[in-house]
């Protein structure tokens, strides 16, 4: 599946490896400078780790949040260089500089010494990083003698520090990539039956790609979340006041029917949370989906469909699952989702579970390690199981 070279494709020894990473990590609410959650920092590990026991010396670049183009201290990646200094053992020199790269940056890469580690400041200080400049890309690739792209998150981006850079230096995916790759792409291309895609969160439209892909693979698709009450509009059912994209009606209509047609079983929800709206002290109900009053939200699946679903979830051979069954980081509507992870836990599938609100669901009920593989790349997951070629990924040399 993956034609790309990988790490052991290249000799690293006395080499400065400039590596892409997804250091793009949730900070503290209440205190300033402190990271929420590493789990993308210690995902990095095993490359950097490699690329330290292979005698090279390592660059590290990333962005965090959206700095939108200008050097802002509220983004720096400071406290993560602190962070994983602490991880690695030992310190990891923070290149600070306004403009990411300047002569003093390129220098003081040169002077690392194999097992050394560096890391730069945010890549997104510079406008230049996200419109893929080769100027800005040129100068990254100063800093290192063999790129390495770690950052699955940030691959179905064509920005500088990945498709710019690798078009200038050798390279080869890092770990994490060739895993996320390699793991996903088995998933799609040989799965073991039966297959079973679920697929929630807030809108139809997010989702198109990734249901017309997936109606050739899998033998069964669940959808909860806001995007099944397009659906369920589509059959004609009271919604009340759920989220509903009216222009998409039709379009849900037709995958209907494409799933019909080639016996692929589109399971939606019997039964919902309902409320007046989203608030952790809202008055919940649960009523059957035919008997949404029309004054009312849907916010969530109910126990029929976490039931139903769940049965779904056990019979299957191989899972992948991309996005909520409800608004779940609001406490009285999280009941669907913490469910759905439950039997992923308890299932004898291989369990793949798309990025973003999904993964965050698994790691708060603590179930990550019960699951095959969880995505670290919200976006590029979703575009990976749509069938998209990731812009990150295609530009690193063939194998």
Same mark, same amino acid.
């Given at each position: ?41 210690? /995902?990095?590990?095993?490359?950097? &780790? ?60 040169? %002077? +690392? ?5 560096? @890391? ?9 990083? %996200? ?22 998150? *940030? ?40 297959? +079973? ?6 809108? #139809? ?38 989220? @509903? ?13 494409? /799933? ?5 079983? @589109? ?13 952790? &002290?809202?008055? =919940? ?19 029929? =469909?976490?039931?139903?679903?769940? %049965? ?5 051979? =191989?899972?992948?699952? &991309? ?15 913490? /469910? ?8 004898? $599938?291989? *369990?793949? #579970? ?6 965050? $669901? #698994? ?8 699951? *095959? ?19 990150? #990924? ?6």
């Amino acid at each position: 599946m993956l034609n790309k070279k990988t790490l052991n494709d290249i000799d690293f020894k006395d080499k400065r490896a400039l590596v892409r990473v997804d250091f793009n990590v949730p900070m503290s609410k209440d205190v300033e400078g402190e990271i929420a959650d590493d789990v993308r920092i210690r /995902a990095a590990m095993p490359t950097i &780790n490699y690329l330290l026991d292979q005698g090279a010396s390592v660059v590290l670049m990333s962005h965090l949040g959206r700095p939108k183009g200008e050097a802002n201290p509220k983004f720096s990646l400071a406290p993560v260089a602190k962070r994983l200094s602490e991880l690695l053992g030992k310190e990891v020199k923070f290149l600070k500089s306004d403009t990411v790269v300047d002569e003093g940056i390129i220098e003081k890469a040169k %002077e +690392l010494k194999p097992g050394d580690i560096a @890391l730069l400041e945010n890549t997104r200080y510079r406008s230049e990083e %996200e419109k893929n400049d080769p100027d800005f890309a040129k100068e990254l690739a100063k800093l290192g003698d063999i790129y390495v792209n770690d950052a699955f998150g *940030t691959s179905h981006r064509a920005h500088a520090s990945n498709v710019g850079v690798s078009k200038i230096l050798p390279s080869a995916v890092g770990k994490l990539v060739e895993k996320e790759i390699s793991i996903m792409g088995n998933a799609l291309e040989k799965p073991e039956k039966p297959f +079973l895609s679920i697929l929630g969160g807030a809108k #139809v439209s997010d989702k198109i790609g990734v249901i017309e892909n997936l109606l050739d693979k899998v033998d069964c698709i669940l959808i909860g979340g806001g995007m099944a009450y397009t659906f369920l509009k589509a059959e004609g059912k009271e919604i009340g006041r759920s989220l @509903l994209e009216e222009d998409k009606i039709d379009l849900a209509k037709d995958l209907m029917k494409k /799933a019909e047609e080639k016996g692929v079983k @589109l399971l939606l929800p019997l039964d919902a949370v309902i409320a007046d709206e989203i608030d952790p &002290n809202a008055e =919940t109900e649960i009523v059957d989906i035919d008997n949404i009053p029309k004054d009312k939200q849907a916010l969530d699946i109910g126990p029929k =469909t976490e039931k139903l679903f769940s %049965e779904e979830i056990l019979k299957a051979k =191989t899972i992948v699952w &991309n996005g909520p069954m409800g608004v779940f980081e609001v406490k009285p509507f999280s009941s669907g989702t913490l /469910a759905i992870a439950k039997a992923l836990s308890e299932s004898k $599938a291989v *369990t793949i #579970v798309g990025g973003g609100d999904s993964a965050l $669901a #698994v790691e708060r009920a603590g179930y990550k390690d019960k699951i *095959t593989h969880v995505s670290t790349g919200g976006g590029a997951s979703l575009e990976f199981l749509e069938g998209k070629e990731l812009p990150g #990924v295609a530009a690193i040399e063939n194998a």
